[in-house]
Structure formats: C-alpha cells, structure tokens
C-alpha cells in the first residue's frame, strides 16, 4: 500500500492528507481536543477502529519501515500530517507507549519473526501495548526488580507484579523486564520479555486514585508461562534493551518522536494561567492585586516551560547537552506544577471548601489533590536531581549498595503477594 | 570528576532555534567582547573604576567598546549602525551577557534604546550631532521614561511639555535615570496635552538638574532628573508629537531584553564560581560537591540557571521579529530572571558559606547588579501586572 507514496514530496503529502482527512476521520467538537475524548470509557474501541482506518488510507506508520506496514517516509511528511490532522479525532492512545516507544524498542532489537508479527498489528489497530517496568516493590530503583522469570525447556515461568502501567486492562501486549539470573550483578541479570497480557495467570487490577481517575493498574503473575521465542534481545542482557526504550520514552515525552500520529491536546495548548485568568473571572476576582499577580505567575511558568523545552530539546541534538539534560525539562513541569496547584487554591479561596456541581472551581478543589503526581511519575524529582547533578555538572555519584555486587546478596524488598492475601 | 563544560555550537540552520545555535559572525563579537573585557576589565578592575571613575569606568575605554559594536547593533545601517547576523537585539544580547559575566561597568542599555529610538524616529539633525557620536562611543545619553513612584510605564509619566514660542517648555521629575549624569543628551518622556511624547534634551539645558543618587551598584550610577521650564525647540521632538506610546513601548522591550540577558551572564558566572567552588572545598573528609542535600541544591540552580536563558532568549528573539507575543515575552522573562537572579546569587552566597558575605568576595558585586537591574525598567511584579492586563484581567 505504501510503496506508490515512497517518493511523494511533502507538500503534496499534505494535501492529499487534507483531503483524506476531511473525508474519512471524525471532526472534532468545537473546543474539544483528543486529550479529553481519550478519558471516555469506549475510547478504546473506537481508537482501533481509527487506527484501522488510518491503516486502511494508506496513512498509518508514517515514518516506519515498508516492509513492517508503514509508509517509510520522512519527519518532515509524518509533521504534515500531524499538523492536517489536529481538527479530527485521532487514536492518540496508540501513540504512546505502543508506537513511539515498544514499536522502536522491538525495531531496534526484535527478531525478524517478532517484528513482523507485532508491527504491521500495531500499526492495523489491533495490538495495543504496554510498559510493565516498575514493580511495586520498588519505584525509583527500576533495575532493582524483583519479578522472576525461571527457565523451564522452552519456556520461562513468571512470577510477581508491576504497577503504574497505564491502560493495562484495555491493552493487549506488554514489554516486561524480570529477574532471569539472580547471581549477577542488579544491570546483567535482567531479561526483557514480550508479554500478552489477557492470559491465565495474569491478573489486571485497576488502581484508583485521590482523584477519581483509574486509568494506572497493578499486575500480579502467577506461574505465566511465557515461550523463549519471546525474549526481546538476550537473555540476562534487557538492561539494555530497557536502556534504549528510555532513551525512545524521553523522545516521545519531549515530542520529539517520528513515530507519533495526531496529536494529543492539540487544539488547547492555551496553559494553566489562561485557564486560571477565566476563573478569577468566574468568581469576580480578576480585580484583586495578588490574585493578578498570582494568576500572572502561571502564566509566566507556563511559557518558561516552553521555552525550557525548546532550549533542551535543541541543546541535546547539537550535543550542547548531555541526553540526561532532559531531567531539566521535567523537574522544571513538576514544580512549576506544584506551584499551580497551589495558586489554584490560592484563586478559588473558599471554594476549595465545597462548591456547585460543575463550577470551574471545584476542578481546581479536586485537582489539588493530585499535586504530587507530576513529581512521581517517570522519576520523582529526587531522582530527576540526583541525575541532573551527577550526569549534567558531574558531581559525585551517590553510594550504591548493590553496585557490582550478585543481586542476591543485595538487600532488597520482597516481592509483593497476591491481592487479598497478607501484606501488599 | 570530569564535567560537563559549555560548548557552543555554530549555527547551520537558516533561523536561531535557540541561542545555542549562533553564526560564526556571533560567535566573533561574542569572542571579542569577551576578550576584551578579559584584557581591560576584570573584576578587580571594576573594583578600582568603583572608586577612581566619576562614572564608573574611563570614557575611552567605553570609546573601545562601542569600537567593538556595542553602541550600533540596534541602528540602521544608513544611520550608520548594523547588526553582524540580519538581528541586531539577538547579537546585543549576546554583548549584554558578556558584560554580565564580569559585571562590567557602562550605559549598554540607556544608549542602545536612545540610539534605537533615534535611528527610528529621530530626525537628520538628530542622527547627525547625537546619534553619529553615541555610536562612535564619544558621547552619552540616558532614557528619562520612570518617575518617582512611577512604574515604568505610561499610565505612570507626569512630566509635562507644555507648548511655548514654537517650541515646548518641561517640567518634571524624572528618577531613577541611569546614566544621568554621564549623560550628554537625555531622551525625555513627558505629556503634550495629556498624549506621550518624547523629547531629546541636552543634559546641560538650563533648567535641568541631575542629583546622583547612591546606587546599589557599583559602577553603575543613577540619578534624579528635575526638569524645571526647560525650554526646547520644536526640533527636539523625536517622533509624533502625542503619538510616543508605540515608541516607548518598543524601547522599553529592548531594554528589558537587554537587561535579562545582563542578569543571566551575571548569573551563569557566579553559578559556575560556586560549582567549582563545592569540588574544591573539602568538609568531614570530602567535597562539598558530594553531599546529596547540595547536589539538589545545585540541580535545582542549573534548572533554574537554563529556564533563565531560555526566557531571556525567548524574549529577544520575540521583541527582535516583532512578535504578537513580544510584550508578554519580556515581562515573562523580566518576571522570571528578576525573581530567580537574585534568589539564585543569595543560594550562591549560601553554599560558600562566610566568605560569601564578606566584602573581598565578588559575589556581592554580581549581586548588586542584579538587583539594579530587577529594579530599573519594570520589577517582576509590574511585570507580571502587564501580564494579568494581557490575560484579560
């Protein structure tokens, strides 16, 4: 399908996109962006419905290879088409991880079976992916984990968990690191493992949150058998390969991948302080001197973080900075966030108290609540630190326990047991 | 303990993404300036101008500066200025982060925004007895905009010309005018008729009175400016009479852009200086560098340090292609490093500990700068109030 466009120049790319477009993906609302569309419960069947009709169009994969069912043409055609598609409803949820991130990790270090099953399903809709790194037993210290896959002939056994895989229950494929040699030092005896996730043994749970949301579960693996054929690079050597699907996570965070289609939010973009200036409206306070200064400083993080990410992204792919310079960026979202939601509250007075069904203000109440998560999720600022004043100014690496030293003579947590049973 | 050192990198695309990707052509002013001001004024020769020099440096070494192209970047090549890259502010900024590094002394920003003002809306009488030698480094002016009590912006100016003999009589107060009184022309802000207007001024007019005030800084030196029936002919107008917002608005852009290019020079210095400073420095047997409470300190700086360059960038390059957004840019950049340079230089002086508040240590003298520059066109917070009026508020 894709071999007539190899060579097609990017501008009439784009126009043949447009028309495409407009005759084949659902228009968006006035005001509403695919961010908020993908909170809606039968999202995900509809997002692989459009997949399968980008797919279809000739229009999915627009930077992959040909010969794993995309297009293989430039940045520069998977940009126009992007930006053609920002007023329709695009299956974003396919974006990240599943094409910016497992797609690349497996082109990089898949087998030619791997790649050829997976990709071109990807790509058609039907394979929809994700990350199982972290494990509950352990956040920060992700090659400290403690999941175990136990070789048995043409199989390995897994047991344990992870947490904080999104969208787990409506995906169907995971990359998952586990524990294949306890002997070796924490880095070496790591294996990465393509799991299907809907199988005996595997039990998905949905973790609500403080506010409500439950898109992040827990997975707990009881005696899953996965076959060897699915080793994604060598066994006992997934830090590797875990190691190049972070370096792909940080492109596809800093927007930086070819790999992406539509985009999420697109259409919004206006920030917090715009956001905080109608409410102070709302609530007949724009006059007030400090909540003015107040809203004002929202704006001014929300455009320094903009900026921030422009200088970073650049700096990095001229080698001004190192690759680890992208905590910058990070660390920069989650305090300034931190600060919003506390400004927040700081603009809707007593309305954090209690409010009318519906009132702007009540979102802020309640979004409060959340304030930390920016500065966990992905790394918590401590570790973002430790990475920029030891990677960025080269300060002196803090003491590890375990370096160099047999995993199992390392002190560590135990693996969480099973829901309902004791301790968790 | 290798580290991570600045390496600047050429610039091959056809528009600067960010300032890390400059011209040769940049990076040889940039160069330049630096030795230059390596040669002619470290800081401990700052120190010296401090007490020895009435204005805060020796008229012939600014002369060498404007030599170097300090004076012209923001002047139309037929006026006899010219930009080294097509963008002069972003080559400027480039010189105003220099003399930051090693808080050089110098009226950068009030002769750039009076040579601006008058390449732009100046007369030929203008260009060719002040502005020809303000660009030559010979001569001096000062921008006359705030009053006491006034916050840097129109709604504050109270001045008055009042139309007389053909030409204007004014009266007011002008402070604080850096530059005043090393000044020979001041560009006046004041109201005909209620409508903003500016005027060119000899320093030395009967009825002006410049009162040096005592300056945070240094070498940098303010002033009050009385304008008592200073009478003018109807030649001194630079621009439309009544018809200077526009004007005025667009110099106080280029100021402020200059100034937070300033500051972040001044910064990046002293953050480098404590950075090494905490390799150097042993306690309980090892660096100060090897304590995570500091190295998160030190995180927390560098990010504060690069978020301040992006700002001050994205600001210049905003007000330099006459941006939509080229207001909200540099109050958002004024905002932010007028906060953070100074919050940042008092971290400095906290990770060196006692010698950090004594006088032979350097870090006051950046500190200083940084505060008059925080203070001089606009502080965060009236900037941030021109923010809340851009958001509809």
């Not at chain 2, 005025?248 to 210095?269: F, K, P, S, T």
Request: glycine content about 10%; charged content about 25%.
């Amino acid at each position: 399908m894709a071999e007539s466009t190899a060579t097609e120049d990017v501008e009439a790319f784009r126009l043949r996109a447009r028309a495409w477009l407009a005759e084949n993906m659902p228009r968006l609302a006035e005001g509403v962006d695919n961010h908020q569309i993908m909170v809606e419960d039968e999202y995900a069947v509809r997002a692989r419905q459009l997949q399968r009709t980008l797919f279809d169009g000739g229009f999915a994969g627009i930077c992959f290879p040909v010969e794993y069912g995309g297009l293989g043409l430039s940045r520069a055609h998977q940009q126009a088409f992007t930006q053609e598609s920002i007023p329709y409803e695009m299956p974003v949820v396919f974006n990240t991880p599943t094409l910016s991130i497992l797609a690349p990790t497996l082109m990089d270090f898949g087998t030619e079976e791997q790649k050829r099953r997976h990709i071109p399903a990807m790509l058609k809709g039907e394979e929809l992916w994700v990350q199982f790194l972290s494990e509950p037993s352990g956040g920060s210290d992700l090659a400290g984990l403690v999941t175990r896959a136990t070789r048995d002939g043409d199989v390995f056994i897994l047991n344990g968990s992870k947490i904080w895989s999104s969208g787990a229950f409506r995906a169907d494929y995971a990359l998952c690191l586990a524990r294949t040699n306890w002997h070796a030092p924490k880095h070496r005896g790591i294996t990465c493992f393509i799991l299907k996730i809907h199988q005996p043994g595997i039990e998905v749970q949905q973790i609500k949150m403080v506010n409500g949301w439950n898109e992040f579960c827990q997975e707990f693996f009881d005696d899953v058998a996965v076959p060897v054929e699915d080793v994604v690079g060598e066994i006992d050597d997934g830090w590797t390969v875990a190691s190049r699907l972070l370096i792909h996570e940080r492109n596809a965070v800093g927007g930086a991948s070819p790999y992406t289609s539509g985009m999420a939010g697109g259409s919004v973009g206006r920030g917090i302080g715009a956001h905080l200036a109608g409410v102070a409206r709302d609530l007949g306070r724009q006059d007030d001197p400090r909540v003015r200064q107040l809203v004002a400083e929202c704006r001014v993080l929300d455009r320094v973080g903009q900026q921030l990410v422009e200088r970073v992204t650049t700096g990095i792919s001229s080698g001004h900075f190192p690759a680890p310079a992208g905590s910058l960026p990070r660390l920069f979202a989650a305090t300034s966030g931190e600060r919003n939601f506390d400004i927040g509250l700081e603009v809707i007075g007593a309305h954090a108290a209690g409010w009318t069904e519906g009132e702007r203000a009540g979102e802020l109440a309640r979004a409060f609540l959340m304030r930390q998560g920016g500065s966990l999720g992905g790394g918590s600022n401590e570790m973002q630190r430790n990475i920029i004043s030891e990677r960025v100014l080269g300060m002196p690496r803090e003491f590890a326990a375990d370096k160099d030293r047999p995993f199992d003579e390392v002190l560590h947590n135990a693996a969480p047991s099973r829901p309902g049973g004791a301790g968790g | 303990m290798a580290r991570v050192g600045r390496g600047g990198t050429a610039a091959t695309g056809e528009e600067a993404a960010v300032d890390l990707q400059r011209s040769e052509d940049q990076e040889l002013l940039r160069e330049t300036t630096r030795k230059f001001l390596d040669t002619t004024c470290p800081v401990a020769t700052v120190r010296e101008w401090a007490d020895k020099e009435p204005d805060g440096y020796p008229a012939e070494w600014w002369r060498r500066g404007a030599e170097l192209g300090w004076t012209s970047l923001l002047v139309a090549e037929e006026d006899g200025g010219g930009s080294v890259s097509g963008h002069g502010l972003l080559d400027l900024v480039l010189v105003a982060e220099e003399l930051g590094r090693t808080v050089a002394p110098g009226p950068l920003v009030p002769t750039n925004v009076v040579a601006a003002a008058l390449s732009a809306s100046g007369n030929e009488a203008h260009k060719a007895e002040v502005l020809a030698p303000i660009l030559a480094g010979e001569s001096v002016a000062a921008w006359c905009l705030a009053e006491p009590g006034g916050r840097w912006s129109a709604e504050g100016v109270a001045a008055t010309a009042r139309p007389a003999g053909g030409g204007y009589v004014l009266d007011g107060v002008k402070s604080p005018v850096e530059a005043a009184a090393a000044a020979d022309h001041l560009l006046v802000v004041a109201r005909v008729d209620g409508a903003l207007t500016q005027f060119l001024v000899p320093r030395h007019a009967p009825g002006v009175h410049v009162t040096p005030l005592d300056s945070i800084d240094l070498v940098r030196r303010v002033a009050t400016v009385e304008l008592d029936s200073v009478a003018v002919d109807a030649s001194a107008v630079v621009g439309e009479v009544g018809g200077a917002a526009d004007d005025i608005e667009r110099q106080l852009q280029l100021a402020v852009a200059v100034q937070c290019a300033h500051m972040v020079g001044a910064v990046d210095a002293m953050f480098s200086v404590t950075l090494e400073y905490s390799f150097d420095r042993y306690t309980f047997g090892r660096p100060l560098a090897s304590y995570q409470a500091l190295k998160h300190r030190f995180a927390d700086m560098k990010l504060w340090l690069e978020a301040c360059h992006a700002t001050a960038f994205g600001a210049a390059r905003a007000v330099d292609g006459g941006s939509d957004r080229a207001a909200e840019y540099v109050s958002v950049a004024k905002s932010y490093i007028g906060d953070k340079a100074p919050a940042m230089l008092s971290d400095c002086v906290q990770l060196h500990g006692g010698i950090g508040v004594t006088w032979d240590h350097d870090l006051h003298l950046y500190i200083r700068r940084v505060v008059l520059e925080r203070s001089l066109m606009g502080t965060p917070e009236d900037h941030r109030e021109r923010i809340a009026v851009r958001l509809g508020m």
